[in-house]
């Protein structure tokens, strides 16, 4: 049997604080094969984009990063940064969340799409931009000769996150990474953005992490989710197995809060439920279930044990004490 493309073990972000070490991603476990799209869901602080920087060596200089991730049998946390620099935006490459910021907002896209063309595949200047012209056209973007020239600003934000996106797959990467990828977008362009996104991924065969806070993307977009807690994988799977089961209370929790048409109605219900008190402090998790203090299904040994990894199904998985809970989703 093949190996993963990707293979996350153990992994922990480390930030160091004026208050001391504080654990952002604790032992995180994924895989990911080729072809394979991977959504990470949760709540803002809870080590999403954290994990995405880790992966791709990006990580802010108070932060460290421990365990293993194993990209095509070799450990990339152990690569120096010229390693890293030959395998960022060649084979791991990366959407971020704000294309403004992302973007230098003094050299025309032509010469920020065709530098890593020519770092990687070692094109002349004048190839470079040919090829940026094409994958300008095949992120949709009108006249893309013309659009070479332009700086970031002259052009709108859905633009700016397909010039991010041009960028990205301009070396033909093995796994892409999209942070948040429709942030600031209205609703027209978020779709037309994931669209592409699904497209350029069914037709290259790489592999894909989603990361996103909205359910309803992920459910369109991925295979498999995880759903992210403090930290810690708190359920993963299929993606359909999972929201068709959620069996963590906070994976139900955050389902419960999405907005949906009432019956009969054209508009949304009122009042959605929401998850009682508020995202832990990172310097003080502890070694029990850190959404014990805000779940209404908690018992004393969540607060004092660490809860086990439960299978609930053939690939389905959830931390919690409480997997065998029966009461309806809300």
């Known amino acids: ?61 108070n932060g460290h990063a421990g365990g293993s991730v194993l990209f095509r049998n070799e450990d990339i946390l152990r690569f120096d940064e010229r390693q890293m620099c030959d395998l960022r935006g060649n084979r791991l490459a990366m959407i971020f969340q704000e294309p403004m910021t992302s973007l230098n907002p003094l050299h025309r896209i032509g010469n920020q799409i065709a530098e890593p063309l020519q770092q990687h595949l070692k094109l002349s200047r004048r190839q470079a931009w040919e090829r940026a012209a094409e994958l300008l056209d095949r992120v949709g973007i009108p006249n893309p000769r013309a659009r070479l020239e332009s700086y970031p600003h002259q052009l709108s934000g859905g633009q700016r996150q397909r010039v991010m996106i041009a960028i990205a797959l301009a070396c033909d990467p093995d796994i892409l990474i999209a942070d948040e990828p429709t942030t600031a977008l209205d609703v027209t362009i978020q779709g037309q953005i994931l669209d592409l996104i699904r497209k350029l991924v069914d037709d290259s065969g790489m592999a894909l992490i989603l990361i996103s806070h909205d359910l309803g993307v992920i459910a369109e977009t991925v295979d498999r989710v995880l759903v992210m807690y403090a930290g810690r994988a708190v359920e993963t799977g299929p993606v359909h197995e999972v929201f068709a089961g959620l069996r963590h209370p906070y994976a139900r929790g955050l389902f419960a809060a999405m907005p949906r048409l009432a019956p009969g109605l054209a508009y949304p219900r009122p009042r959605l439920p929401t998850i009682p008190g508020i995202v832990p402090d990172l310097l003080d998790l502890g070694t029990a279930c850190a959404f014990a ?37 809300p």
């Open 1 to 61: 049997m093949d190996q993963p493309l990707l293979t996350v073990r153990d992994l922990r972000v480390t930030l160091s604080t004026a208050r001391g070490p504080a654990e952002a991603v604790r032992g995180l476990d994924f895989s990911l094969d080729r072809g394979e799209t991977l959504g990470i869901v949760g709540e803002s602080g809870c080590g999403k984009s954290l994990t995405a920087l880790a992966l791709m060596g990006l990580l802010p200089d």
């Open 293 to 329: 203090p805000r779940c209404v299904l908690a018992e004393p040994r969540c607060r004092g044990e660490f809860p086990p990894l439960v299978a609930v199904g053939p690939r389905h998985g959830a931390e919690c004490w409480r997997t065998d809970m029966t009461e309806e989703r």
